[in-house]
C-alpha cells in the first residue's frame, strides 16, 4: 500500500463529508452559533493529536535526549509553530485555538461549554470527566472519546492519519462562502472568523497539508503493516467525522 491507496480508500467519506446537509444549514447567525459551539471541541481535539504526534517525534522533556526520527520531528515542529504561534491578525501571535475562541466571542457565540471543559482540564480531570462535568453534548463527546482512543492506543502512523485525513480542510469552500454572506447582515462581526479560514486554507493547502502528506510516507514507508494501519485510523477518524457532523445538523434543526 502507499499513499495515494490510502486517498482512494477513504475517498468516499471525504466525499461524504464535503457534501455533508450541515452546511446548508448555516442560513443565519444562530444556526453558525451552534455549529461553533460545537465545533470548537474539534479544533481543540485536533491540537492534541498534533501535540501527540511531537510527544512522540520529538524529545519534549529533560534532559533532552536525541530523538532517532529527525525527519518526522522536523516536519511535526512547522506544524505545530503554525497551529500553536500563528499570526493573529493584529499583529501578534496566537494558536488557532486560540483565535477560534476570539472568533466566537465577537460573534456572540458561546463559550461556556469550552471554557467549563479547559478550567476542569486544568485542575487535573481526565478529559472525558471534564466531558461530562461541563454537559458537553454526546456529539461532542462521543467525537473526543473518540480522538482520545486514537491517542492512547494508536501507534504513531494510526494518529499521524487520524491528524492528516481528519483534518479542518473537511471544510469546503462552500463554507467560507457561507461565513461571508452571513458577515455582511452581521456587521463584521465575523470579521475574526473570516481571517481563522482565510489563515488555514492557506496553511493546510500550501505547507501543512503537503507537511502531514510527507510524514505520512515517512512514517509508514513501505511497511504494509503501517500502511493498513494508517488506513483503518483514517476510516475511523472519517467515520467519527461524520457522525459528529450529523449531529450538529441534529442540533440545529432543533435550536
Known sequence: MNL??????????????????????????????????????????????????????????????????????RLINEI?????????????????????????????????????????????????????SAEVAPPIQRFVDHTFQTIDGGNVCEIASAFTFGREDLLPGVFQCIVDELNQNVDGSLSDFQFYLKRHV????????????????????????NWQAATAAAVAALTARLAFWDGIHAAIAVA
Open 80 to 132: 505545530v509553530l503554525g497551529e500553536e504561534t500563528d499570526s493573529d491578525g493584529e499583529g501578534g501571535f496566537c494558536s488557532h485555538f486560540d483565535l477560534y475562541l476570539r472568533s466566537m466571542t465577537r460573534f456572540g457565540a458561546s463559550t461556556t461549554q469550552i471554557d467549563r471543559f479547559l478550567q476542569l482540564l486544568r485542575a487535573g480531570a481526565s478529559v472525558a470527566s471534564a466531558l461530562q
Open 4 to 73: 495515494d491507496q490510502l486517498r482512494t480508500e477513504i475517498q468516499p467519506l471525504r466525499a461524504a463529508l464535503l457534501a455533508h446537509p450541515l452546511y446548508g444549514d448555516l442560513k443565519s447567525p444562530a444556526a453558525l452559533r451552534t455549529f461553533m459551539q460545537y465545533h470548537v471541541f474539534a479544533v481543540w481535539d485536533f491540537m492534541s493529536l498534533l501535540k501527540a504526534l511531537q510527544q512522540r517525534l520529538c524529545c519534549v522533556s529533560v534532559p533532552w535526549i536525541p530523538g532517532s526520527h529527525t525527519s518526522g520531528a
Open 202 to 225: 492557506e496553511l493546510d493547502g500550501e505547507e501543512h497539508g503537503p507537511l502531514a502528506a510527507q510524514l505520512m510516507t515517512n512514517l509508514c514507508g513501505d511497511s504494509v503493516a
